[in-house]
C-alpha cells in the first residue's frame, strides 16, 4: 500500500498592514513502519519529562503531532531534546496550540512552564 498518510495546512497572519499566507500542496506520503505510539502525557513544571514511547525505537519515528490540551495561554508546554543532562526546548505550545513534523530520530522530552499541564501526541514509525 502506499499513500497511507495525508498532511496538509494553511496559514494566515493579518495584522495592522501585515498580511503573510501559506498553503503549501498537500503531501501524501507513504509509510514503511506500522507503529504508532502516544496518547495523553501529564507534564509538570518540575523536571523535564520523557514521552513515552513503548515499542518504537527512537530511530524509527517518521510523522509526529503534539497538543497542548489545556485551555490557558499561559499554560505552555515544552518540547525539546536532552544534551548532557540539560534539557534544551524545540518549540513551545500555548494552551490550545499544535504542532505537526516530521522527527529527526531524538528523543523527545517535555516540561510545562508555568503551570502542569497534558500534551496530547502521536508519532508514526518511518
Request: proline letters at 1%; zero cysteines.
Amino acid at each position: 500500500m502506499a499513500n497511507e498518510l495525508t498532511v496538509s495546512a494553511s496559514v494566515q497572519y493579518e495584522k495592522s498592514n501585515h498580511q503573510e499566507s501559506f498553503t503549501p500542496d498537500t503531501q501524501t506520503i507513504t509509510v514503511s513502519g506500522v507503529e504508532a505510539v502516544g496518547g495523553v502525557q501529564a507534564v509538570t513544571t518540575g523536571a523535564h519529562e520523557t514521552l513515552v514511547m513503548n515499542e518504537m525505537t527512537v530511530g524509527n519515528q517518521g510523522w509526529a503531532w503534539f497538543r497542548n490540551i489545556g485551555t490557558s495561554a499561559d499554560a505552555s508546554i515544552q518540547i525539546g531534546i536532552v544534551v548532557s543532562g540539560t534539557f534544551h526546548d524545540v518549540m513551545e505550545l500555548k494552551g490550545g496550540e499544535f504542532a505537526i513534523t516530521r522527527l529527526a530520530g531524538e528523543q523527545l522530552y517535555a516540561k510545562a512552564v508555568s503551570s502542569n499541564g497534558h500534551i496530547q501526541y502521536q508519532i508514526l514509525e518511518d
